[in-house]
């Protein structure tokens, strides 16, 4: 929940659901290609959003690379939703290449729950 924003609804996939109405099914539709450009959003529900639809859409290995530096990178966004959506698809995900990102961000994150999903 962002306060005066909306919501990320996270059950199985989850949705997002913005006060300007706008509705997102995470992960059932769409592809990586899609949604990768949403991390850089300006929104931050569609980072969040993303961040977390790009764990279960990755699946080959050509979107596991594409997917895998985008989440690292976003493990520095300024929203800690957003932070804790790139930690979780990460390990979604599974890949050794995110180990180092993920225990650097175990050792410099300030919010529980951000550690908590590392």
Known sequence: ??????????CGRGTIETRQGRTYLL?????T????PRLKSE???EREGAALALGWLASTREEVDKVIPALIEALNDDAMEVRRGAAESLG???DPQALEAL????????????RKTC
């Open 1 to 10: 929940m962002v306060k005066n924003v909306g919501y990320v609804y996270l």
């Open 27 to 31: 992960g059932y539709d769409g592809t």
């Open 33 to 36: 290609y899609t949604w990768l």
């Open 43 to 45: 929104d931050q529900l």
């Open 92 to 94: 979604r995900i599974g």
């Open 103 to 114: 225990t650097m961000l175990v050792d410099k994150e300030k919010n529980t729950l951000v």
